[in-house]
């Protein structure tokens, strides 16, 4: 489940990337996310599936986020998010009682995301990021491609990441004397509008 906070942050960066594509001659892009954007990640344990939301209106303050670009890269700063562990929801508050004691949320009551660099071609609606992510104090880089497109309301990005939950020293929980057992792997899928401005 702590995995929806990793994805949360890091729909918001690649959000920030495909701003940055746009319009690689800026220093500077205001993101902010529309209300009817989703971020979901989906596990399993040996005996059923599971599914973990994000309270998109967490994501109400609009992002200021500097760049400069290097052909055919965009190197990103400030383009830092905070993802408070409570603002996820898995449905049940038991489940929801084992995500938090999962994330240490008491120790670290969010997830860090940072958005280091992205690369895509200008014909292509595919760019491909880096992300920097912290949960539990651990730090991890991903690569990580998303699609973009452009809509009537903005900009549509799309993914799905695959994690290992083992990356950030993390040990599902076992449920019933370890007769349920939750996997180590999780898929994030998010669908993210964004608005910007210069």
């Known amino acids: 489940m702590h995995y929806l906070l990793k994805y949360s942050g890091l729909l ?3 959000l920030v990337m495909v701003m940055l594509i746009l319009h690689p001659e800026e220093k500077s892009l ?3 996310v529309s209300p009817d954007s989703s ?3 989906n596990g399993k344990s040996n005996v059923n599936r599971f599914q973990c939301a994000y ?3 967490q994501f109400s303050d609009s992002l200021e986020i500097g760049f400069t670009s290097e ?3 965009i190197y990103f700063s400030n383009a830092q998010l905070t993802l408070k562990n409570m603002s996820f929801n ?3 508050k038991a489940i929801n009682r084992d995500f938090h004691e999962l994330l240490k949320t008491e120790q670290f009551p969010s997830i860090n995301l940072e958005l280091i660099s992205a690369e895509g071609e200008p014909e292509s609606n595919m760019i491909n990021t880096k992300l920097n992510i912290t949960i539990s ?3 991890k880089i991903y690569d990580l491609m998303v699609e973009v497109d452009n809509t009537a309301k903005g900009i549509l990005i799309c993914g799905s990441l695959h994690i290992d939950i083992n990356d950030f020293n993390l040990d599902p929980p076992k ?3 370890g007769m349920i057992k939750v996997s180590n792997y999780i898929n994030i899928d998010f669908n993210l509008g964004v608005k910007t401005s210069l």
């Open 39 to 41: 971020l979901i990640i």
């Open 12 to 14: 918001i960066l690649k």
């Open 30 to 32: 205001t993101v902010a």
């Open 55 to 57: 309270d998109i209106s």
């Open 90 to 92: 898995c449905g049940h």
């Open 71 to 73: 052909k055919p890269l």
């Open 175 to 177: 449920k019933l004397l």
């Open 137 to 139: 104090g651990i730090s």
